[in-house]
């Protein structure tokens, strides 16, 4: 039951998916191609001469070409997967490195910003020490150090 759950989740997620981004290899729902059965009727004729009778007995050559041609649409199927999988994986890794590199970028934009904020601070902080050392030199009987009278 459980490999019936599986298959019939992910023939839900093929089904979702865009139909350009479907396999175009065979599924396992899809009928065996020509080339598929002539594949599996060489498989079948070499292990048919090698079968017992009695396992001739309890299948037919019939069925052990629909069983190969199941096992191959299913192979394929898996490797067609696979292949989205991969896809879907490096999409995801140029993503995450996208998006690291903007972090990276905002990054040094905002020290760049920090930096000037401070740069700021400095000189405001020096011309405002000026300011007051001249405004005590004022006190102090300085007339030089005072502002000029508008």
């Known amino acids: 039951m459980h490999k019936l759950t599986n298959i019939l989740a992910i023939s839900c997620m093929a089904a979702a998916t865009p139909i350009a981004a479907q396999p175009v290899e065979p599924g396992p729902q899809d009928s065996p191609s020509a080339a598929t059965i002539a594949t599996c009727n060489g498989q079948v004729q070499s292990r ?9 007995a309890h299948r037919t050559r019939q069925e052990l070409v629909q069983t190969c041609a199941i096992n191959m649409q299913i192979a394929n199927y898996a490797k067609a997967q696979n292949r989205m999988i991969t896809a879907d994986q490096q999409q995801a890794e140029a993503a995450r ?29 020096t011309r405002y020490a000026q300011w007051e050392a001249g405004v005590a030199a004022c ?3 300085d007339r030089s ?3 000029p009278d508008n």
């Open 145 to 147: 150090k005072c502002a």
């Open 139 to 141: 006190r102090h009987g």
């Open 97 to 125: 490195l996208e998006h690291e590199a903007a972090v990276e970028k905002f990054k040094t934009s905002q020290k760049a910003w920090e930096t000037g904020v401070q740069l700021q601070k400095d000189d405001y902080a």
């Open 48 to 56: 048919w001469a090698d079968m017992s009778p009695a396992d001739r």
